[in-house]
C-alpha cells in the first residue's frame, strides 16, 4: 500500500512557475513508476508526465513538453513536477499516481494508487 500527499499547488500568473512536490509512504517507494495526471473543470483526467523507477527516464505529454520537468528523489520519497512558462490551460487538480507494474505511461488505468490533487490556477 502506498499513500501519497501532494502540495505545491496555487494561484499564480501566466508566464510563472511552480513546483509540486509528491510525497510518498512506504518503504518501496523505488519499485514504483510515478505519473502526474491533471483534470479541469468538466473534463477527463489526462496525462502529463511519467518518471521511471530509477529516473532515468522521463515522458511528458505535447501539451507540456519544455515547460514541465519531472524528478524523483528515492532518498526522500518524492517526486517533483517543476512547471514554469504556465499558460491558464495548466489550470486544473494536478494528481499524483504511483504503479508497480510495466505499461503505458499515459494510461491512468495502469496506476494504482492515487493522490487526493493539489489545485494550479493560472490567471491571464
Known amino acids: 500500500q502506498v499513500q501519497l500527499v501532494e502540495s505545491g499547488g496555487g494561484l499564480v500568473q501566466a508566464g510563472g512557475s511552480l513546483r509540486l512536490s509528491c510525497a510518498a509512504s512506504g518503504r518501496t517507494f523505488s519499485s514504483y513508476t510515478m505519473g502526474w495526471f491533471r483534470q479541469a473543470p468538466g473534463k477527463e483526467r489526462t496525462f502529463v508526465a511519467a518518471i521511471s523507477r530509477g529516473g532515468s527516464s522521463t515522458y511528458y505529454a505535447d501539451s507540456v513538453k519544455g515547460r514541465f520537468t519531472l524528478s524523483r528523489d528515492n532518498a526522500k520519497n518524492t517526486v517533483y513536477l517543476q512547471m514554469i512558462s504556465l499558460k491558464p490551460e495548466d489550470t486544473a487538480l494536478y494528481y499524483c499516481?504511483?504503479?508497480?507494474?510495466?505499461?503505458?505511461?499515459?494510461?491512468?488505468?495502469?496506476?494504482?494508487?492515487w493522490g487526493q490533487g493539489t489545485q494550479v490556477t493560472v490567471s491571464s
Open positions: 499516481a504511483a504503479r508497480s507494474a510495466p505499461g503505458a505511461a499515459a494510461t491512468k488505468s495502469n496506476y494504482d494508487y
